[in-house]
């Protein structure tokens, strides 16, 4: 936990809010406050710096309108990660399930060679009919159904079995196999379950699902996976932490 010293100068004509403010954003700046640092919580800092709550509340908040500061559900309030320019991660479900400790599960339910439908085949530019290497498989944590993930890769781009895949995200084999992921078109949405999605999710048809479909792009530009994935909502959603210019 972090809080770095604050002098106050309660004679002066700037709000006292404001004063903290500045030099909590000063210490950011310098590195006092390093990306992902935590501060502590608003009644420690109040008795800390001597103000009433809602004085620190507003500083606080004045930070985060400003982009420098994150309020995190059960983390609580970070330095954001501040290197605005560099390429975002592509990360997979199972690596954000892994790294939260939430020890996913994968059944295979269909691997082999197919015929690229029309979404496929414009996404990964090649022609219609193409033959592709399809992939779905059902993710699980905690033993419940969390996601339904329908994946189509060029042929030939990896060598991997469905065994393989039942242990290991497809990013993490992607990699394994050279393949050096850095941009994807994503679009995320919402829609009903079909019949076979609620029986595998253990839903009810027409249940409301999250939807997201990604294309993504090699150092070369070239399409290497598309993905067309539902997700049970009550118990998934995608965060984004949103900063303005």
């Not at 103000?51 to 609580?76: E, F």
């Not at 997201?212 to 965060?239: C, K, L, P, Q, W």
């Amino acid at each position: 936990m972090h809080g770095p010293t604050v002098t106050l100068d309660r004679a002066s004509p700037v709000p006292l809010y404001f004063q903290v403010a500045q030099q909590l954003e000063a210490a950011i700046r310098s590195g006092e406050l390093p990306p992902g640092a935590r501060l502590d919580n608003e009644l420690d800092l109040a008795a800390r710096y001597r103000l009433s709550r809602p004085t620190v509340r507003q500083a606080i908040q004045h930070l985060v309108d400003k982009g420098l500061l994150v309020r995190k559900r059960g983390v609580g309030t970070q330095v954001v990660q501040a290197q605005v320019r560099r390429p975002i991660e592509l990360t997979s479900l199972h690596d954000d399930l892994a790294a939260a400790g939430a020890e996913p599960r994968t059944r295979v339910l269909e691997f082999g060679p197919a015929p690229a439908g029309d979404e496929a085949a414009e996404r990964l530019g090649v022609p219609a009919g193409t033959e592709v290497l399809r992939l779905r498989r059902l993710r699980l944590t905690g033993g419940e159904p969390l996601a339904l993930l329908t994946n189509v890769l060029p042929a030939g781009l990896i060598d991997v079995t469905a065994e393989h895949l039942a242990e290991h995200g497809l990013y993490e084999t992607l990699r394994g196999a050279g393949v050096n992921l850095r941009i994807a078109h994503q679009t995320i949405g919402a829609r009903a379950a079909t019949a076979a999605e609620a029986r595998l999710l253990d839903e009810r048809s027409g249940t409301p699902l999250l939807t997201m479909t990604r294309t993504a792009f090699d150092d070369n530009g070239t399409a290497v996976e598309y993905g067309d994935h539902v997700y049970r909502a009550d118990r998934y959603s995608f965060s984004h932490t949103l900063v303005g210019r």
